[in-house]
């Protein structure tokens, strides 16, 4: 299941291409930790089927992903086992909001770090313990509105190391949608991504809704 866009380019091709190529495991220059504002994305359409958009649910950022990058595109569907196991899942537990989305991220992104399934989920958990999430998006109650912006900001604000430059806020339908952070590929510091901060929303403002 895709919660929403994902990079689109694999190294060396023009962006009209036609995707990603397979390869092996382990190329790749930084990682995409993708956080997805859990309202927004319930608020597509045929969301509200997912466990998470289930009223009370009460989710707000989930992971979405954490996505081996080149400076250009990126590597999808590596060679590697395809199923994780039940030790391995157990790392993502709490991390995404089902298992069928950890599974699917193994799938399309984790075989390209190179690394075991147990480990790249451990990955994803320290990528996402790094990153201090803003005050107005910890229980908000109320529908808000942010410029794209001053998300950014927000976040900035609330993480020392980063920097303008080393992040992506995404919207749908007018609608915080994602934001996208940069890691170096040992995951010890924010890095600077040009093609990933190209993605950003450019709507002036958008709706940040709370959670369920």
Known sequence: MRLCAEPALARGEPADSMGPTPRAGGDFD???????WSPGF???DGAQRRAQCAPGAGK????????????HGFP?????????????????????????????????HGRCSGKSPSDYF??????????AIPAPFEHPREPQTFA????????????????????????RKGALAEVRLCFSRDLREF?????VARQSCRAGEISVPPPL
């Open 60 to 71: 707000a950022f989930v992971v979405h992903g954490l996505w081996p990058q080149y400076e």
């Open 122 to 131: 451990g990955d994803v958990r320290r990528a996402r313990e790094s990153v």
């Open 76 to 108: 999808s569907d590596c060679d590697g086992a395809a199923s994780p196991s039940r030790i391995a899942l157990a790392r993502a537990e709490g991390l995404f909001p089902d298992e069928g989305l950890a599974r699917h991220e193994w799938r399309k």
């Open 191 to 195: 890095r600077a991504c040009p093609e």
């Open 148 to 171: 794209p912006l001053d998300i950014q900001r927000a976040f900035v604000a609330a993480n020392p190391r980063l920097r303008p430059g080393m992040l992506a806020v995404t919207c």
């Open 30 to 36: 930084f990682y995409v930790l993708s956080l997805s």
């Open 42 to 44: 319930c608020e597509s």
